[in-house]
């Protein structure tokens, strides 16, 4: 029996390399802003908070979240093709949107909130993705493809901090391009640059994408949104009903993970710039490289467990994923003794020094409202005061960060993978638009309550309580993962039609 010919394979991989370039671009559109997003917002809204700041982080997944069940719906039932260009160009417009925020002269905040939800509305084709290369590849291809979606996921986490940082060389003025009122800076030209890429991929959609559907065997399929040669039907292996359970149980395990990755992401800027006085400029640029370092070692997970997987199987990888990010997170909780810097002590210890005999009128509780002297550039840094917390919780040394940021590193994309790829399997081989759609809109669901669970709770009660409540959740997680432990298996295995 011939499975495919060499044509087809050829055609069905070069179109599987191009929903890996879509998957990069998508994280690079969320990752190319997340470490300056809190200072941008800074600066163009002073009436904004770390409270606003989770808000503009989940909208991104908002937007997704509503996009990934219609554009999975759609996949389904017309040419991908369409999904894809539509939500690209929805990304660029978003793109070239956030890049005038700070046009307008009042409610800057709202108008970059809306830039991020429209970019995280395009962001929906991850379903479309997702569905297609679960449907493009048989069984024993599933978790090799899957892993190599992930990574070049994580890659895009990776590059889209390293272009962060390497914008940052322009500096916060950087040059105004006065005919079109455009201010090319280090917060702009990164979401300029994703504009671009995104121009890119659609003009390879167009000219290299072509629509293959294969069965758990690797057999050429016939396919509603089928574009190309004539193709056998297979329809009996498509035959038996989904285990429902095992779908759920997925989900609300991809929604956990999701879920502690967004605090781990959204947290980490204001986390330093309180624990370690880092101005907004060092945060962004320390953090993009600590997140960048991370990026590379997930991209080194992602390769080691596609051959891990087929020793150990996914369940019990993904078990050991949810270990390790347990662990990263319990070693975040703060354990010392002292206490970081505190701003308004910062700032009364710059100040005091300039202030004139005529000034000393002025009485000390309201020393933090002097304005600094022109002469002096730097701005507060440490711990505000008004987080009540600062002034008795102890900080998280730099140590304790770095070695949770690797752990998290290590156990995250583990448990993204493993997730994703179990989720095809016990879906088999009928169309996954609609199910891979509610499976990222999960996630996105876990990336807007991550990121306004972190900014209340931290801002309110400190990191001793929000990674506490983290702990526990993750907790619950893995007594979940042991009860529907061994529902988690492949569609055509649970028939009978393959062997485990």
């Not at 991104?60 to 999904?83: C, D, H, K, T």
């Not at 690209?88 to 949107?97: F, G, Q, Y």
């Not at 989720?423 to 499976?439: A, D, N, R, T």
């Amino acid at each position: 029996d011939v499975v495919e010919t060499q044509e087809h394979y050829k055609s069905r991989w070069r179109s599987i390399w191009i929903m890996y370039l879509t998957m990069f671009l998508s994280s690079v559109g969320f990752s190319i802003v997340i470490m300056s997003v809190w200072p941008y917002l800074q600066k163009i809204d002073p009436t904004a908070d770390a409270s606003f700041l989770g808000w503009i982080i989940a909208s991104y997944s908002i937007g997704q979240m509503v996009a990934s069940p219609l554009f999975g719906v759609w996949s389904n039932y017309r040419p991908r093709r369409e999904p894809l260009v539509v939500s690209t160009t929805i990304s660029v417009a978003a793109n070239c949107l956030y890049a005038y925020v700070h046009l307008p002269h009042s409610h800057n905040k709202y108008y970059m909130l809306t830039a991020r939800a429209l970019v995280g509305f395009g962001a929906g084709n991850v379903a479309v993705v997702r569905s297609y290369i679960a449907g493009a590849t048989s069984l024993t291809e599933r978790t090799s493809a899957m892993a190599n979606t992930s990574a070049c996921q994580a890659v895009g986490f990776i590059l889209g901090p390293v272009f962060q940082t390497c914008f940052t060389l322009i500096g916060e003025e950087g040059i105004t391009w006065k005919l079109i009122h455009l201010q090319l800076n280090m917060y702009t030209a990164p979401v300029l640059f994703g504009a671009l890429l995104g121009v890119i991929n659609i003009i390879l959609i167009f000219a290299i994408f072509r629509e293959h559907r294969v069965d758990d065997m690797g057999r050429q399929c016939k396919s509603i949104n089928f574009e190309g040669e004539e193709s056998s039907g297979r329809d009996q292996d498509t035959e038996g009903n989904i285990d429902h359970v095992a779908v759920v149980a997925i989900n609300v395990l991809f929604f956990v993970i999701l879920f502690v990755f967004a605090v781990f992401e959204t947290i980490a800027t204001p986390l330093t710039m309180d624990m370690y006085s880092w101005t907004r400029k060092e945060a962004v640029f320390y953090n993009g490289i600590i997140l960048s370092v991370v990026g590379i070692e997930s991209v080194i997970v992602f390769m080691v467990v596609k051959t891990l997987s087929k020793k150990t199987g996914e369940r019990a990888i993904l078990h050991g994923g949810l270990l390790v990010v347990l662990i990263g997170f319990f070693i975040l909780l703060p354990w010392g003794k002292k206490l970081p810097n505190i701003q308004w002590q910062e700032i009364k210890n710059n100040s005091i020094p300039r202030i004139t005999s005529t000034e000393m009128v002025t009485p000390f509780w309201s020393l933090q409202a002097l304005e600094l002297p022109s002469n002096r550039t730097a701005e507060p840094v440490g711990c505000p005061v008004t987080q009540s917390w600062c002034l008795n919780t102890p900080m998280i040394y730099l140590a304790q960060y770095i070695t949770s940021d690797i752990l998290i590193g290590l156990g995250y994309p583990v448990c993204n993978v493993m997730s994703y790829t179990l989720y095809s399997k016990i879906l088999g081989p009928k169309p996954q638009g609609v199910y891979m759609g509610w499976l990222t809109a999960s996630g996105s669901g876990a990336r807007i309550l991550g990121p306004v669970f972190v900014s209340q709770v931290y801002t309110h009660l400190g990191p001793r309580w929000a990674f506490s409540l983290i702990c526990a959740v993750v907790v619950v997680s893995l007594l979940l993962l042991e009860i529907v432990y061994k529902r988690l298996i492949a569609f055509s295995v649970r028939y009978g039609r393959m062997q485990e």
